[in-house]
């Protein structure tokens, strides 16, 4: 991946202050926001939709007035929709009905093929600005040879967030295989530090030490994937799958975790983490945000590394990849090429710069020629790495449309001692099949 310096990032200590304050926004649902100034009347306008979040808005004025301000025949005007289930069926409905915006983000992989693409979307295929779009995040916007989108954000990682002082203070060494990994929660444990923070208080947190764990599923069983989607591999029966509930039951039966794991929420994990009274935190990387609104001054004491299994020669991340920016198929003639030219426009450095100014990015940006600002945490810089050494695979999220609901709480009960991995395990294949069922997949 190519690298360029971008325009002057603010600074984390700003940031942080703008992490503690609240923002508050209304917006009708679709509604028109009037992004930038000026404009010329023979331009043509089309509408760029996007998820009403504060931060999601403002990063698309930002690239809204830009590019309207780097040239006079295209002018882009930002309208919101709604966030959660109310905003997925929004888009699914408006697409279906032929009333869709212009162009609109939405996120990549199985969410994106719930939106039968082939028949919704316009292929961008063959378009010279796919050329600078990084061959990862192709697959999670693609069906069969067409690809419909160009990435918006940056990637990010599923892992262990972890106290560097206190790594530094033992001696320890970032892990590359299970084994290391309980070695060092062992000497962890004996200095009197949680050895592994887990925060069941959120539910959704219990799931990092499976869900991180695909890569090592992936690296162990290439086509764990593609046969777990056709009902042919179980989580309960593979030997590669089932070590993430493995390992789940494992931190609980060996002492590893905070006392107050079951009641504890993020920020309580994370102001743990940060005083170095834990020093592990299976997370996503996106929590970067979190530690600056709640422990801003430590941030330069965590860092970020892969699950680790068996094998430190296949050691790598576990990847979430950005949502994408897509045109409907109800976007014709002259309105489609101003899209077109607005997609080629957020494939640039500069787009990526503007993004960088509005948030702080927590992986790569998977465009050529993009940097990451110098002053990024350094968990950040920990999941770039990854990334620059292609030692990374595709959450499964991204490869199967199948995830039971119930995961969270299964896990919940396998680390607090309540349920072994292996009936888990089991209880997650019933859970999902029941999923599988509903999708009318085949081989269910």
Known sequence: MAHRTGRTPRTLRVLAALSLTPLVLTACSAGSLGSSDGGDGDATTISYLVDNAPQTVSTAEALAEAFNGSQSDVRVEVQTRPQGGEGDNLVKTRLQTGSMADLFAYNSGSLFQQLAPATTLTPLTGEDFL????????????????VYGVPMGTAFGGGVLYNRAVYDQLGLQVPKTWAEFTANNEQIKAAGIAPVIQTYGETWTSQLLVLGDFHNVAAANPSFAE????????????????KGFEHTQQVHDLGFQNADYASAKVEDGIRTLAAGEGAHYPLLSTNVATILSVAPEKIDDIGFFALPGDDPATNGLTAWFPGGVYV???????????????????????????????SIPTGPYLVDGCDLPDDVPQITKDVNAYFEAGAQSPALEYLSPIKGPALEQILVEVGSGIRSAQDGAALYDQDVEKQARQLGLDGW
């Open 328 to 358: 409907p198929k109800s976007t014709t003639g002259e309105k489609l090429d101003a899209a077109k030219q607005f997609l080629a426009y957020l494939t640039t450095a500069d787009a990526c710069d503007i993004q960088s100014e509005e």
């Open 227 to 242: 046969d777990y989607t056709a009902g042919e591999a179980k989580y309960a029966t593979d030997p590669a799958a089932i």
């Open 131 to 146: 050329d600078d779009v990084d061959d990862s995040f192709d697959p999670q916007v693609s069906v069969g040879d067409d």
